[in-house]
Structures are given as C-alpha cells and as structure tokens.
C-alpha cells in the first residue's frame, strides 16, 4: 500500500511527558501537512512543509510543539511537556497537487 | 475563528431520502474540497471544485461550488448507510501553503 502511514496509531502519556508522532507520506509528494482534530470539530492547521522547509505554522503551534521533515521524506512531530489539553487525533497529509491532500489514518494521543 | 461554517452539524435521515450539506464563508477560497471521515480514520477526499458556478458528480453525489467562490454544496441522492459519515469542507489559502476545515456535518443514514 503507498497511501500516507502515520506511528504509532494510538498514544497515551502521562502528563509532563514528550511524546513524538511520525508521517510517511505518498512517495513522489512534496508537500506536508500536519493538523489536530479533537472529538466533533472539523482538522485543524498546523504547519506545512514543501520539502524539508517548513513554510507555514499555525499560531495555535505552541513552543513546546515542534515538526521536522529532515531530508524532505517523513515528517516529525514532537510535544514537549504534554498537557491534558494536547489530547486529540493528530492527522498528517500529503500532496502533490495543492489542492488535493490525501490523509493518513491519524495518530490518536491521550494524555492522562 | 472557523472561516468554513458547515449546515446542519448533524443529521439523521432515512435510507433512500435526499439531503443537502452547505459550506459557507465569507472569504473566497482559490478551491474547495469536500472530505469523509469515519470514526478513527483520516479524511478521504471525496472532490475538489475550482471554478465558479461549477458543478461536479460523483455517483449519488453532487458538488455545486458558488459563483463566488464563497460556498459550496454536497447533495446525496438516496442516501444509503454506507454515506454514514463525517463530512467535511475545506478551502486552501492562495499559496496553497495553508487550509481551513469546516466544522463537519455529521450524517447518519438508518437502513
């Protein structure tokens, strides 16, 4: 299967706790997406990658939120000091064309 | 602040009936793409409709983006429970650099 795959699928942590979630993307796509979604509510941005720059962070990427793309293939997340607030279903997609972005089946995290 | 505001949040119909999903905003999106989610899943990408006034099939469904580029609606002719679902709207920023999600309408179909 080529589709984006994302690790681990489900995550729980203690609070005060780092925790990092990886996305691989479809093969030939440049650009990444990153986005948390919590229960009801509709993904929200959090930052893009074209490559290995990322170009765009959301203002709700806190600093103890932190993505990497090292060589412009998988992409990183990292939350640092976890809160109960951090808590929610993390989606990574990919693209080729801007417009189209195919998702991957999500990273769900609970922080207790 | 939700750029995308979704129409009805929830909705329950019978197997069979008709419905429509609207997506409105007040800014104008380059596109729009309409999204299924299940429970536990990541989006699937149902359509993208770029132009003004464009209408677009994809079996029962129908996507209909506004003349402005502001709104965009998702007709389901004889809904079946395999339409249960998260349904979702999205528009990118100019740069493509950015997206915003609309705040879901969540449909279940009762055999």
């Known amino acids: 299967d080529t589709g984006v795959s994302q690790d681990p699928r489900h995550k729980i942590t203690k609070r005060g706790q780092n925790v990092t979630f990886r996305c691989d993307p479809i093969s030939e796509h440049n650009r990444l997406y990153w986005y948390r979604q919590t229960l009801g509510q509709g993904p929200e941005f959090l930052t893009y990658f074209q490559n290995e720059a990322q170009l765009e962070k959301s203002r709700l990427l806190s600093d103890r939120f932190s993505a990497e793309r090292p060589k412009g293939s998988f992409s990183t997340l990292e939350i640092q000091r976890t809160e109960q607030g951090d808590s929610a279903m993390y989606l990574c997609?990919?693209?080729?064309?801007?417009?189209?972005?195919?998702f991957g089946p999500g990273t769900r995290l609970t922080v207790t | 602040t939700q750029l995308l505001e979704q129409s009805p949040q929830f909705l329950s119909i019978q197997e069979g009936e008709n419905l429509t999903v609207y997506c409105n905003s007040s800014?104008?999106?380059?596109?729009l793409q309409w999204y299924r989610q299940e429970p536990g899943e990541g989006p699937v990408l149902l359509v993208t409709v770029v132009t003004g006034g464009e209408v677009k099939k994809l079996k029962r469904l129908t996507f209909q983006f506004g003349d402005a580029r502001k709104d965009s609606s998702l007709h389901i002719t004889a809904a079946q429970p395999g339409d249960t679902g998260l349904y979702l709207c999205a528009g990118g920023s100019n740069t493509g650099n950015q997206f915003y999600f609309g705040t879901g309408t969540s449909l279940t179909v009762i055999p």
């Open positions: 997609a990919s693209s080729l064309m801007y417009h189209e972005q195919y």
């Open positions: 800014s104008v999106f380059s596109s």
